[in-house]
């Protein structure tokens, strides 16, 4: 299982979707949950850098998850998911913070996701709030953003999670750069800068 969480891990980074020690992955199996450690570098992972802790009670590791531990446990209870990948993408992040929902331009962003939700919470990061209101959305798409925080994509293996976040922040660069390079209306009067 590490090897798979590793690979993940270097790609999320590789890919410029995550900083050195930013994001978090975990896989449910049973009333089980492995994710990775608070802290760990996604793109380095070791021995020792998963979790393993209880979908619903706490044991003794539990000081060592990762801080959204509390928004990976909300989503298995409420969605079909068997994994998560939480991810801080740029492009996508950006755009939550202008946008309630993301609709990208892209043809492949059309075809996987037509609209992506952005879910605001005065708590961001491993929130009451967010556990709550999160999984309502991923029962009905596969990923979601928290405004101005990151992107929780869900699969029935981390490797879907990652395609999920990988293609989101693909399709918010595309929509970025379309704005960027579209015409935009001339304005009478002065120029303020």
């Known amino acids: 299982m590490l090897e798979q969480f590793s690979f993940f891990g270097r790609e999320l980074f590789l890919q410029g979707v995550n900083s050195s020690h930013s994001g978090n992955m975990s896989v449910r ?21 998963l979790v393993e802790t209880g979908l619903q009670d706490d ?45 990208p331009v892209d043809t492949e962003g059309i075809y996987y996701f037509k609209v992506v939700p952005v879910l605001g919470a005065d708590l961001t990061v491993g929130s009451d709030e967010v556990a709550e209101k999160l999984p309502l959305l991923l029962q009905n798409y596969k990923i979601a953003m928290v405004r101005g925080h990151g992107s929780f994509a ?21 929509l970025l750069f379309y704005r ?5 209306p001339k304005r009478e009067g002065k120029v303020r800068w």
Request: proline letters at 3%.
């Open 29 to 49: 199996v049973g009333d089980r949950i492995f994710i990775t450690r608070r802290g760990s570098m996604l793109s380095h992972l070791k021995e020792g850098d």
């Open 180 to 184: 960027l390079l579209s015409p935009q």
């Open 154 to 174: 869900v699969g029935q293996m981390l490797e879907e999670a990652f395609q999920w976040t990988s293609s989101l922040e693909a399709s918010c660069r595309a």
């Open 59 to 103: 044991d003794s590791h539990i000081t060592l998850a990762s801080t959204e531990i509390k928004i990976h446990r909300a989503i298995y209870r409420e969605t079909s998911a068997l994994a998560v990948v939480h991810a801080h993408p740029p492009c996508a992040v950006a755009l939550s913070l202008l946008e309630d929902e993301i609709r």
